[in-house]
């Protein structure tokens, strides 16, 4: 069965430095992937959107991998905040017509000033 | 650009009561919504697919005459839990997609959560 597996423990880093967050997938094909910010009590934000023909993405701080081989994305945030902390869910698309998105359970970030 | 409301933002209802959530594209027109349903430290499970004007496509598990959900128009999709019990408690969230600006991307409301006691 489809599988996307991020990290469940949360990942706690200090003010400045980069986190990396990881989101894999099993029994997948995706035409796309997308991360998306949630923060307690609130619906999800969208981040990023890579297609499966890109290697990596940026926006801002933040930078988005894609290998299809290894059926592993990174999320990067350079020089993170403590408003950075959040819950990231990664989510996969097989991007024909009316598909639909299947969520990660999400990696929660904590940022220490 | 791409907003997504919901409304109520918090309900809380009697067992047997029904209740029923708003989802609004503000910006655009959605030709395709989704209602998803998330337990606290779950993932978004997704309970639902409406395009406009049809019928919504249920995702296994989930009881199309307890969840009613209709798509009347190209910027608003209802949720109406009927007959709502304890076990229906939980956050739930819309998403949109539809439009030049939200073509693949799917625009998610703000959630509402919903107590039953």
């Known amino acids: 069965s489809q599988k996307i597996e991020q990290n469940s423990e949360a990942l706690n880093i200090q003010e400045g430095k980069t986190a990396t967050l990881t989101c894999n997938y099993t029994?997948?094909?995706?035409?796309?992937l997308q991360w998306y910010r949630q923060d307690p009590g609130r619906g999800p934000v969208f981040l990023l959107l890579?297609?499966?023909?890109?290697k990596e993405k940026r926006k801002e701080r933040l930078k988005v991998t894609f290998d299809t081989t290894l059926k592993q994305s990174l999320f990067h945030i350079t020089a993170s905040q403590p408003a950075d902390s959040a819950t990231y869910l990664c989510?996969?698309?097989?991007?024909?017509?009316?598909?639909?998105?299947?969520f990660g359970k999400g990696t929660m970030l904590l940022v220490s000033p | 650009g791409a907003v997504v409301s919901q409304h109520p933002s918090w309900v809380i209802c009697k067992s047997g009561t029904s209740v029923k959530i708003e989802c609004r594209s503000l910006d655009f027109q959605a030709t395709t919504m989704f209602w998803y349903r998330q337990f606290p430290k779950q993932s978004l499970m997704l309970m639902a697919t409406s395009n406009e004007g049809s019928k919504a496509t249920y995702e296994q598990g989930v009881e199309k005459d307890k969840f009613l959900i209709n798509h009347a128009s190209l910027t608003l999709s209802t949720l109406t839990v009927t007959s709502a019990h304890p076990e229906d408690s939980s956050f739930y969230i819309c998403s949109a997609r539809g439009g030049e600006g939200a073509r693949d991307t799917q625009y998610f409301g703000p959630g509402t959560r919903l107590t039953v006691l």
């Open positions: 890579i297609r499966e023909n890109e």
């Open positions: 989510a996969l698309d097989a991007g024909s017509g009316y598909s639909t998105l299947t």
């Open positions: 029994n997948y094909s995706p035409a796309y």
